[in-house]
T-cell receptor, first 114, second 113 residues
Framework: AQSVTQLDSQVPVFEEAPVELRCNYSSSVSVYLFWYVQYPNQGLQLLLKYLSGSTLVESINGFEAEFNKSQTSFHLRKPSVHISDTAEYFCAVSEEAAGNKLTFGGGTRVLVKP | DAGVTQSPTHLIKTRGQQVTLRCSPISGHKSVSWYQQVLGQGPQFIFQYYEKEERGRGNFPDRFSARQFPNYSSELNVNALLLGDSALYLC????????????FGPGTRLTVT
Protein backbone atom coordinates (compact mmCIF):
# COMPACT_ATOMS: atom_id res chain seq x y z
CA ALA A 1 0.00 0.00 0.00
CA GLN A 2 1.18 3.47 -0.74
CA SER A 3 2.02 5.95 1.99
CA VAL A 4 3.41 9.49 2.12
CA THR A 5 5.56 11.00 4.85
CA GLN A 6 6.18 14.69 5.23
CA LEU A 7 9.02 14.94 7.65
CA ASP A 8 8.37 18.46 8.94
CA SER A 9 5.01 19.43 10.39
CA GLN A 10 5.95 23.12 10.65
CA VAL A 11 8.61 25.22 8.95
CA PRO A 12 9.11 28.81 10.08
CA VAL A 13 11.10 30.86 7.58
CA PHE A 14 11.97 34.52 7.11
CA GLU A 15 10.77 36.43 4.07
CA GLU A 16 13.15 36.16 1.09
CA ALA A 17 14.90 33.12 2.59
CA PRO A 18 14.85 29.72 0.86
CA VAL A 19 12.63 26.89 2.02
CA GLU A 20 12.60 23.13 1.43
CA LEU A 21 9.68 20.86 2.31
CA ARG A 22 10.51 17.20 2.43
CA CYS A 23 8.29 14.41 1.12
CA ASN A 24 9.00 10.69 0.96
CA TYR A 25 6.64 8.08 -0.38
CA SER A 26 6.32 4.33 -0.26
CA SER A 27 4.88 2.40 -3.18
CA SER A 28 5.60 -0.84 -4.97
CA VAL A 29 4.58 0.48 -8.37
CA SER A 30 5.10 3.55 -10.48
CA VAL A 31 3.43 6.64 -9.07
CA TYR A 32 2.40 10.12 -10.01
CA LEU A 33 3.39 12.82 -7.54
CA PHE A 34 1.69 16.07 -6.59
CA TRP A 35 2.14 19.04 -4.29
CA TYR A 36 -1.01 20.84 -3.19
CA VAL A 37 -1.25 24.09 -1.22
CA GLN A 38 -4.05 24.98 1.20
CA TYR A 39 -4.57 28.56 2.32
CA PRO A 40 -6.55 29.18 5.53
CA ASN A 41 -10.21 28.22 5.24
CA GLN A 42 -9.86 27.14 1.63
CA GLY A 43 -9.70 23.93 -0.37
CA LEU A 44 -6.60 22.50 -1.97
CA GLN A 45 -4.92 23.97 -5.03
CA LEU A 46 -2.45 22.09 -7.19
CA LEU A 47 1.02 23.59 -7.02
CA LEU A 48 2.89 21.22 -9.32
CA LYS A 49 2.98 17.60 -10.43
CA TYR A 50 5.36 14.95 -11.70
CA LEU A 51 3.94 12.53 -14.21
CA SER A 52 6.95 11.45 -16.29
CA GLY A 53 9.97 12.85 -18.08
CA SER A 54 12.20 15.47 -16.49
CA THR A 55 12.60 14.85 -12.79
CA LEU A 56 12.59 18.59 -12.03
CA VAL A 57 9.20 20.24 -12.23
CA GLU A 58 8.40 23.90 -11.70
CA SER A 59 5.36 25.96 -10.84
CA ILE A 60 4.46 29.40 -12.13
CA ASN A 61 5.04 31.04 -8.74
CA GLY A 62 8.64 30.01 -8.21
CA PHE A 63 8.31 26.61 -6.53
CA GLU A 64 10.11 23.58 -7.87
CA ALA A 65 10.20 19.90 -6.90
CA GLU A 66 12.55 17.11 -7.82
CA PHE A 67 11.53 13.49 -8.20
CA ASN A 68 14.19 11.09 -6.93
CA LYS A 69 13.16 7.51 -7.66
CA SER A 70 16.06 5.86 -5.83
CA GLN A 71 15.29 7.79 -2.66
CA THR A 72 11.51 7.74 -3.25
CA SER A 73 11.38 11.45 -2.56
CA PHE A 74 9.68 14.48 -4.03
CA HIS A 75 11.00 17.49 -2.09
CA LEU A 76 9.57 20.95 -2.71
CA ARG A 77 11.79 24.04 -2.77
CA LYS A 78 11.54 27.76 -3.26
CA PRO A 79 14.67 29.94 -3.37
CA SER A 80 12.99 33.05 -1.93
CA VAL A 81 9.65 33.01 -0.08
CA HIS A 82 7.07 35.75 0.28
CA ILE A 83 4.64 36.47 3.08
CA SER A 84 1.89 35.23 0.76
CA ASP A 85 3.47 31.75 0.73
CA THR A 86 2.24 31.22 4.29
CA ALA A 87 0.03 28.17 3.94
CA GLU A 88 -0.10 24.41 4.46
CA TYR A 89 1.53 22.24 1.84
CA PHE A 90 0.55 18.65 1.10
CA CYS A 91 2.46 16.05 -0.85
CA ALA A 92 0.31 13.39 -2.52
CA VAL A 93 0.73 10.31 -4.69
CA SER A 94 -1.52 8.35 -6.99
CA GLU A 95 -1.07 4.97 -8.66
CA GLU A 96 -2.37 3.97 -12.06
CA ALA A 97 -4.24 0.96 -10.68
CA ALA A 98 -5.87 3.00 -7.94
CA GLY A 99 -7.72 5.31 -10.28
CA ASN A 100 -8.18 8.82 -8.97
CA LYS A 101 -7.34 7.99 -5.34
CA LEU A 102 -4.81 10.39 -3.86
CA THR A 103 -2.81 9.45 -0.77
CA PHE A 104 -1.71 12.54 1.13
CA GLY A 105 1.03 13.23 3.61
CA GLY A 106 0.26 14.88 6.92
CA GLY A 107 1.11 18.34 5.62
CA THR A 108 3.76 20.95 6.37
CA ARG A 109 2.70 24.32 7.69
CA VAL A 110 4.92 27.11 6.35
CA LEU A 111 4.95 30.34 8.32
CA VAL A 112 6.77 33.17 6.57
CA LYS A 113 7.93 35.88 8.95
CA PRO A 114 8.83 39.43 7.93
CA ASP B 1 -15.97 28.43 -15.72
CA ALA B 2 -17.24 27.58 -12.25
CA GLY B 3 -15.04 25.46 -10.07
CA VAL B 4 -16.11 22.62 -7.84
CA THR B 5 -18.91 23.73 -5.55
CA GLN B 6 -19.93 22.21 -2.25
CA SER B 7 -22.86 22.77 0.06
CA PRO B 8 -23.39 23.58 2.79
CA THR B 9 -20.29 25.50 3.84
CA HIS B 10 -20.69 24.74 7.50
CA LEU B 11 -22.84 22.29 9.40
CA ILE B 12 -23.37 21.50 13.06
CA LYS B 13 -24.93 18.18 14.00
CA THR B 14 -25.48 16.17 17.15
CA ARG B 15 -24.10 12.71 17.80
CA GLY B 16 -26.28 10.01 16.28
CA GLN B 17 -27.74 12.25 13.60
CA GLN B 18 -27.33 11.82 9.87
CA VAL B 19 -25.85 14.31 7.40
CA THR B 20 -25.80 14.76 3.63
CA LEU B 21 -23.12 16.79 1.88
CA ARG B 22 -23.37 17.84 -1.74
CA CYS B 23 -20.86 18.44 -4.51
CA SER B 24 -21.09 19.74 -8.07
CA PRO B 25 -18.09 18.97 -10.28
CA ILE B 26 -16.49 21.12 -12.93
CA SER B 27 -18.36 20.91 -16.21
CA GLY B 28 -17.01 17.98 -18.25
CA HIS B 29 -15.61 16.11 -15.26
CA LYS B 30 -17.25 12.75 -14.71
CA SER B 31 -15.16 11.64 -11.74
CA VAL B 32 -15.90 12.84 -8.21
CA SER B 33 -13.89 11.90 -5.13
CA TRP B 34 -14.54 12.61 -1.46
CA TYR B 35 -11.91 13.21 1.21
CA GLN B 36 -12.06 13.75 4.96
CA GLN B 37 -9.58 16.20 6.48
CA VAL B 38 -9.40 16.13 10.25
CA LEU B 39 -7.88 19.25 11.79
CA GLY B 40 -4.10 19.13 11.62
CA GLN B 41 -3.96 16.15 9.26
CA GLY B 42 -3.81 15.48 5.55
CA PRO B 43 -6.94 14.56 3.62
CA GLN B 44 -7.99 10.90 3.72
CA PHE B 45 -9.67 9.28 0.71
CA ILE B 46 -13.26 8.17 1.30
CA PHE B 47 -14.83 7.39 -2.10
CA GLN B 48 -14.43 7.85 -5.82
CA TYR B 49 -17.30 7.74 -8.29
CA TYR B 50 -17.08 7.68 -12.06
CA GLU B 51 -20.03 7.47 -14.41
CA LYS B 52 -22.31 6.89 -11.42
CA GLU B 53 -20.39 3.82 -10.27
CA GLU B 54 -18.20 3.47 -7.20
CA ARG B 55 -14.60 3.06 -8.37
CA GLY B 56 -12.78 3.26 -5.08
CA ARG B 57 -13.42 3.15 -1.36
CA GLY B 58 -11.12 4.13 1.48
CA ASN B 59 -10.90 2.67 4.96
CA PHE B 60 -14.09 4.15 6.35
CA PRO B 61 -16.99 2.39 8.13
CA ASP B 62 -20.25 1.54 6.42
CA ARG B 63 -21.83 4.59 8.06
CA PHE B 64 -20.30 6.48 5.15
CA SER B 65 -21.99 6.16 1.78
CA ALA B 66 -22.15 8.16 -1.41
CA ARG B 67 -23.77 8.29 -4.78
CA GLN B 68 -23.39 10.10 -8.08
CA PHE B 69 -26.24 11.44 -10.14
CA PRO B 70 -26.72 11.49 -13.95
CA ASN B 71 -25.46 15.10 -14.04
CA TYR B 72 -22.28 13.86 -12.23
CA SER B 73 -23.01 15.74 -9.02
CA SER B 74 -22.54 13.71 -5.89
CA GLU B 75 -23.74 13.33 -2.32
CA LEU B 76 -21.88 11.99 0.68
CA ASN B 77 -24.01 10.60 3.50
CA VAL B 78 -22.83 9.88 6.99
CA ASN B 79 -25.15 8.06 9.42
CA ALA B 80 -25.00 7.75 13.21
CA LEU B 81 -22.55 10.64 13.54
CA LEU B 82 -19.71 10.38 16.03
CA LEU B 83 -17.64 13.18 17.53
CA GLY B 84 -14.71 11.87 15.50
CA ASP B 85 -16.56 12.62 12.26
CA SER B 86 -15.94 16.33 12.85
CA ALA B 87 -13.78 17.39 9.93
CA LEU B 88 -13.55 19.31 6.68
CA TYR B 89 -15.07 17.21 3.91
CA LEU B 90 -13.53 17.91 0.52
CA CYS B 91 -14.90 17.02 -2.85
CA UNK B 92 -12.67 16.82 -5.91
CA UNK B 93 -13.55 16.42 -9.56
CA UNK B 94 -11.36 15.35 -12.46
CA UNK B 95 -11.13 13.43 -15.66
CA UNK B 96 -10.82 9.69 -15.04
CA UNK B 97 -7.36 8.34 -14.33
CA UNK B 98 -4.52 8.74 -11.85
CA UNK B 99 -2.69 10.87 -14.40
CA UNK B 100 -5.12 13.75 -14.14
CA UNK B 101 -5.16 16.67 -11.73
CA UNK B 102 -7.96 16.73 -9.20
CA UNK B 103 -9.72 20.03 -8.60
CA PHE B 104 -10.91 20.55 -5.06
CA GLY B 105 -13.91 22.42 -3.77
CA PRO B 106 -13.76 24.68 -0.71
CA GLY B 107 -15.09 21.94 1.54
CA THR B 108 -17.88 21.50 4.05
CA ARG B 109 -16.91 22.00 7.68
CA LEU B 110 -18.85 19.46 9.78
CA THR B 111 -18.94 19.84 13.54
CA VAL B 112 -20.49 17.05 15.60
CA THR B 113 -21.41 17.95 19.18
Amino acid sequence: AQSVTQLDSQVPVFEEAPVELRCNYSSSVSVYLFWYVQYPNQGLQLLLKYLSGSTLVESINGFEAEFNKSQTSFHLRKPSVHISDTAEYFCAVSEEAAGNKLTFGGGTRVLVKP
Amino acid sequence: DAGVTQSPTHLIKTRGQQVTLRCSPISGHKSVSWYQQVLGQGPQFIFQYYEKEERGRGNFPDRFSARQFPNYSSELNVNALLLGDSALYLCASSLQGAYYEQYFGPGTRLTVT
